[in-house]
């Protein structure tokens, strides 16, 4: 982000509940990403789930603590076409998930989060994929013991150095607009509508 746009993230109210999801989610908001994962305090979890029960982005509690709960965000049909290419679908057969639909991936993912979360279970890889990460660098990070990477951004990569750092930039170009967007007074309302208009989309594509 510029330096202007990190002055304004400082004088934010990150308590606010709108702002955390505009910080942690701009890419899912601005339409550029399928999902994002949103973690806030217990006591905004109706809040959360209210504000996203009239939008276009679903809403799945994976975890809810003692004094936090996390959330997957997601675009319902782009993250059912995106589990349909061939290489995801393989990795996901890999991880135990074969012919099962989304809500039955997602109950399972969840229970497995929660599992890690409270130090249960071991770490489920298969969120990368549902966060829309390339299969190729989900595999290649369980293969490497998240080592041997090319570069560290929103996520290890490991192939395709490239193009990943040009999604990376749109993520940040994204960030930044929903910062100042914030900012300016828009809640998460207006940035989803405002995001929906075709005119716009061109702005932070990648």
């Known amino acids: ?54 939008t276009g982005i679903s809403c799945r509690l994976l975890c809810e603590c003692s004094e936090r709960v996390t959330f997957f965000l997601f675009r319902r049909e782009k993250l059912e076409a995106y589990l349909r290419c061939p ?25 497995r989060y929660s599992g890690y979360m409270k130090c249960r279970e071991p770490f489920p890889h298969e969120i990368g994929l549902l966060l829309g990460y390339p299969a190729a660098d989900v595999a290649g990070f369980i293969l490497n013991g998240g080592k041997d990477f090319l570069y560290s951004g929103y996520w290890k990569v490991y192939e395709n150095l490239e193009e990943r750092l040009e999604i990376f930039e ?25 995001h929906r208009t075709p005119s716009h989309k061109h702005q932070i594509a990648v």
């Open 1 to 54: 982000m510029s330096s202007e746009a990190i002055h304004l993230v400082a004088a934010l109210n990150r308590n606010e509940v709108e702002i955390q999801v505009g910080l942690q989610c701009a890419p899912l908001l601005t339409g550029i990403k399928v999902s994002n994962l949103l973690g806030v305090d217990r006591q905004h979890r109706d809040t959360v789930i209210r504000l996203f029960c009239t």
């Open 87 to 111: 290489e995801v679908m393989a990795l996901m057969k890999a991880f135990g998930y074969s012919g099962v639909g989304l809500a039955d991936i997602l109950s399972k993912v969840a229970e």
């Open 170 to 194: 749109g993520y940040d170009q994204a960030k930044e607009q929903v910062v100042r967007m914030i900012a300016a007074g828009a809640d998460v309302h207006k940035i989803l509508k405002f």
